[in-house]
């Protein structure tokens, strides 16, 4: 993928100047910060930050990745008033935690610095903090989609496997799905903490407690990946219903065993991509597409691999 875009974006400069088209306004110390809620520890933001850095190379601008450690929203709120304290050209962030997160980045939009919400929150909330535009995945409406499916293949209980629920806007996922099977959400949802093993032990705990349990959902690779080793080890992996939000090398090799009936694709390459091309484009030319941009839900299921196999972890 990286290379067609590099193609597209030499191609293009081609046709540029063989038209003689004027030159592209000046970028010349032009920069823009991206602010994540995740952890250090949550391999899904790779894919994230090569976006980033793609889309920089090739707008000639300067990006910046900032986020929290331990995923603590509360420092966030603070990167994100650091960040606004830099004068960049855009700010770039999610907005895990409305309540938390409001304060730091209306105070950017006072600034006169232009914002663009991305993957946490709704365009509704975006649009109330005064960003821009919100690029993502709403993420109620993708657990309902995703809980509507599982009710067609004759699922009626299910764990989710929370890995984050410190992030609010997460949890809008097992809502939506639980939602989506017409059932209480209940004591359904877990909250697994971050560690490999305790995850894999957690989830092996609930479902020897609750044997009637019909299928698991779990919200990324970070508890994705031990939930699938929870499963190999007590012997449900294959049997049990299982469905993901998001896409990893192991949660890929899932899809492809037979593990994981499908994984939910939000294509975070395009949440931090086009950011940058949108606010490139605004700063220089003062010009700004009128909508917002759902990047997901898209299924991934074993009979459409093809390139998500290929690039998983990588652009996809």
């Known amino acids: 993928m990286k290379k067609l875009l590099c193609a597209v ?22 920069r823009f910060i991206l602010v994540s809620h995740a952890p250090d ?26 986020n929290p450690p331990t995923g603590d929203i509360g420092d966030m709120a603070r990167i994100i008033s650091q960040a606004a304290a830099s004068n960049p050209d855009g700010i770039i962030t999610t907005l895990a935690d409305p309540d938390v997160l409001k304060g730091p980045i209306e105070d950017a939009v006072a600034k006169g610095i232009p914002v663009i919400i991305i993957n946490s929150g709704t365009p509704e909330q975006a649009a109330e903090v005064g960003a821009l535009m919100y690029i993502g995945q709403p993420e109620y409406d993708a657990g309902l989609a995703a809980g509507q499916r599982a ?12 890995h984050v629920v410190s992030n609010p806007v997460v949890g809008e996922r097992c809502r939506g799905f639980a939602d989506g099977l017409g059932v209480d959400l209940g004591k359904s949802m877990i909250d697994s903490g971050q560690d490999p093993a305790e995850i894999k032990n957690k989830v092996k705990a609930y479902l ?12 990324g690779p970070t508890s994705a990946d031990p939930t699938i080793e929870a499963l190999k080890e007590n012997g449900m992996a294959g049997s049990i219903y299982f469905g993901t939000f998001d896409l990893g090398t192991e949660i890929v090799k899932g899809i492809k065993d037979g593990t ?8 975070p390459f395009l949440q931090a991509y086009m950011p940058i091309i949108v606010l490139a484009n605004y700063h220089r030319y003062g010009v700004l597409q009128g909508n917002n941009i759902n990047s997901g839900p898209g299924f991934v299921t074993k009979d459409a691999l093809g390139k998500v196999e290929k690039f998983a972890g990588e652009y996809r």
């Open 260 to 267: 994981i009936n499908w994984g939910i694709d939000q294509q």
């Open 151 to 162: 009710k067609r293949d004759g699922v009626g209980s299910f764990l989710c496997v929370n």
């Open 9 to 30: 974006a030499t191609a293009a400069a081609f046709v540029g100047a063989s038209v003689s088209i004027a030159p592209t306004a000046s970028a010349e110390g032009e």
């Open 208 to 219: 020897s407690a609750n044997p009637t349990t019909e299928a698991v959902l779990t919200l």
């Open 41 to 66: 520890s949550d391999s899904w933001w790779n894919t994230i930050k090569n976006a980033m850095t793609l889309a920089g190379e090739q707008m000639g601008a300067e990006v910046e990745y900032r």
